[in-house]
């Protein structure tokens, strides 16, 4: 991991304070840098667009370097919590991406850590499902960046060579899907989509198209048990590997290569997947896309969202005042950016400003000339709104393992009862 310098001057001491960002009595005053650090993930679309915002920025702002340091999304969350619990603030980034499912935790413990965005960015600049996982206490602290908004891409040549059209793929139920799926393997050899029963992407996709979560919308009572829907995503998962449609995928770099290597007829995932799909270039034009398939039944309201994210300035970071300058001038307010960032990496935005992206509507040629973005930013509007509460990912580990039990005994009830149990506990904490 590179080393900055940190700048830390008394009169830059006195901006900040003025200006929001944190009080500096308590950082190394001999460290000196004037840079801003990013720490974020995925080198294809969120590190790619800090480069490309910060291109823009030095335009105007030519002596202040950006510098993006790659990290798992847990190992951003893992350093700053323990940063900011030894205040040891002279280690800080300027500027963090948080998942959206991890947001509420971290505004919880530590809200007054983050830069108040409230008055420097227009109250429906942002669509209203993501402006509510970025706050509390109406107060807003995140710049909301990738919608996550969900969609089924399929590869229509080997869905051809199995006997189905585009239509075919089009408002199906997770039952059809699964059926296609055996069809496609059975025919092709191809498995139909990558499987881990140690995460749960689809089980959150399956949950939120139907406005439900592992919590109620209070965000903190723990609602497994009852869970209808969550209880139906939990048996697709298990349909789906019984019939044996899917390749198994231990982390994102097995998922990442297993449509790279041609070894899966579809993708389930958020939009944020397609700067990875365009990686092979060899596949361009045998890529489609459609709604997801519905848990419910009601085929025209298969909407769900996957990951998401946003940015956030900590406080008391050594360049915290030209951090929030640049990320609310490029993120937080550029539309130009948000255009091009739609044409470079596919980005779905969360803007209540879309209709003036003209790259939403190119059509693009890796998805067979279709309007792909446009067809991704149309369903923002229809996105179910969900509190994610504090604790998604701890209760999901503890969904992974009953769904083990699962697996094994047969007996669902048993399962979700046990995990209604310990995530009740969680939930305390």
Aim: aromatic share 10%.
């Amino acid at each position: 991991m590179l080393k900055h310098m940190r700048f830390t001057a008394v009169l830059l001491a006195v901006i900040l304070c003025l200006t929001g960002c944190g009080d500096t009595a308590e950082k190394t005053t001999d460290v000196k840098r004037n840079s801003i650090i990013v720490w974020t993930w995925d080198e294809s679309f969120n590190v790619k667009a800090v480069k490309m915002a910060a291109g823009k920025y030095n335009l105007t702002h030519p002596d202040t370097e950006i510098i993006v340091e790659v990290k798992e999304n847990e190992k951003v969350m893992e350093d700053v919590k323990n940063i900011l619990i030894a205040r040891d603030y002279q280690r800080l980034p300027d500027i963090i991406m948080i998942e959206d499912y991890d947001a509420q935790d971290m505004l919880s413990l530590y809200a007054d850590d983050f830069v108040d965005l409230t008055d420097k960015i227009p109250a429906d600049r942002f669509v209203e499902y993501k402006t509510e996982v970025c706050s509390r206490n109406n107060t807003l602290y995140g710049i909301p960046f990738d919608s996550g908004v969900a969609a089924l891409f399929y590869r229509c040549d080997i869905l051809e060579a199995a006997g189905f059209t585009e239509q075919d793929m089009q408002n199906l139920t997770w039952e059809e899907y699964i059926a296609i799926g055996k069809q496609v393997k059975e025919k092709t050899g191809t498995a139909m989509l990558t499987l881990d029963p140690t995460d749960l992407p689809l089980i959150r996709l399956m949950m939120q198209s139907e406005g439900k979560w592992y919590v109620d919308s209070d965000g903190t009572t723990v609602t497994i048990k009852d869970n209808s829907v969550l209880k139906y995503s939990l048996q697709i998962m298990r349909q789906m590997l019984e019939d044996n449609i899917g390749i198994s995928a231990n982390g994102w770099n097995d998922f990442i290569s297993a449509f790279h290597k041609d070894q899966v007829a579809t993708v389930v995932s958020g939009g944020w997947i397609i700067s990875s799909l365009k990686e092979n270039q060899e596949q361009s034009g045998k890529w489609r896309v459609a709604r997801i398939p519905s848990a419910s039944g009601k085929k025209d309201n298969a909407v769900s969202n996957v990951g998401g994210s946003a940015w956030y300035i900590l406080k008391k970071s050594a360049m915290c005042e030209q951090a929030t300058d640049f990320a609310v001038s490029t993120f937080g307010l550029d539309d130009e950016l948000m255009n091009e960032l739609v044409d470079a990496i596919g980005i779905i935005p969360t803007t209540t400003q879309m209709a003036e992206y003209d790259n939403l509507r190119k059509e693009d040629p890796f998805f067979g000339g279709t309007q792909v973005s446009d067809f991704l930013a149309e369903m923002c509007d229809e996105m179910p709104v969900i509190n994610y509460g504090r604790k998604t990912y701890e209760i999901e580990d503890i969904i992974e393992q009953e769904f083990q039990g699962y697996l094994v005994y047969n007996d669902l009830e048993n399962s979700l009862e046990k995990a209604q149990m310990k995530a009740e506990a969680v939930a305390k904490e």
